[in-house]
T-cell receptor, first 114, second 116 residues
Framework: SQQGEEDPQALSIQEGENATMNCSYKTSINNLQWYRQNSGRGLVHLIL?????REKHSGRLRVTLDTSKKSSSLLITASRAADTASYFCATAAYSGAGSYQLTFGKGTKLSVIP | DSGVTQTPKHLITATGQRVTLRCSPRSGDLSVYWYQQSLDQGLQFLIQ???????AKGNILERFSAQQFPDLHSELNLSSLELGDSALYFCASSAGGAGMLVTEAFFGQGTRLTVV
């Protein structure tokens, strides 16, 4: 089952604009991660935010986490055509027997128009 | 290059057949995860291994099985294949996952399975 649900499912913006994607989840988490996937290829890790953090930056990426609302957002500033990809949030949560499980949402498909 | 190697890259097989997908994790990573991605779908978690032991099971069909070997490579076996099993199958590895914090996961390029 999906733990995270991204919103919107698809987003189309002009180059130079900012893109914001949201993720909601259902259970308590240890951390939340964002990944990027270019068409049909493997996922690439972008950023990880721990449950005791509220905001994190990496280059043009800004991630926020609100554990009270069980939601996160990913902001990509000054978007480029090369940012066109699908973006997934993944939640790391305790799954029992001393294990943590990484569960992905369905993703947001971002198109940046040159 | 993520350091995770999956073979084969593409696989075409007939319904009813059995296939084995192979994954070599990143050097030093003890956790291996298998995911299935169907068209326009997110990643469905199938199963996780940590240092040779099964640690978590997701939406894995009984026709599917996996194992992690002493050298930490993993295999996903899919049997009695159906048309609906056509998908991208990803393997990922991470340093954590059992009794310790899950850090980032590194993904292979996937195996595209087509069942005809």
């Amino acid at each position: 089952s999906q733990q995270g649900e991204e919103d919107p499912q698809a987003l189309s913006i002009q180059e130079g604009e900012n893109a914001t994607m949201n993720c909601s989840y259902k259970t308590s988490i240890n951390n939340l991660q964002w990944y990027r996937q270019n068409s049909g290829r493997g996922l690439v890790h972008l950023i990880l935010i721990r449950s005791n953090e509220r905001e994190k930056h990496s280059g043009r990426l800004r991630v926020t986490l609100d554990t009270s609302k069980k939601s996160s957002s990913l902001l990509i500033t000054a978007s480029r055509a090369a940012d066109t990809a699908s973006y997934f949030c993944a939640t790391a949560a305790y799954s029992g027997a001393g294990s943590y499980q990484l569960t992905f949402g369905k993703g947001t498909k971002l198109s940046v128009i040159p | 290059d993520s350091g995770v190697t999956q073979t084969p890259k593409h696989l075409i097989t007939a319904t009813g057949q059995r296939v084995t997908l192979r994954c070599s994790p990143r050097s030093g990573d003890l956790s291996v995860y298998w995911y299935q991605q169907s068209l326009d779908q997110g990643l469905q978690f199938l199963i996780q291994y940590y240092n040779g032991e099964e640690r978590a099971k997701g939406n894995i069909l009984e026709r599917f099985s996996a194992q992690q070997f002493p050298d930490l490579h993993s295999e996903l076996n899919l049997s009695s294949l159906e048309l609906g099993d056509s998908a991208l199958y990803f393997c990922a590895s991470s340093a954590g996952g059992a009794g310790m914090l899950v850090t980032e996961a590194f993904f292979g390029q996937g195996t595209r399975l087509t069942v005809v």
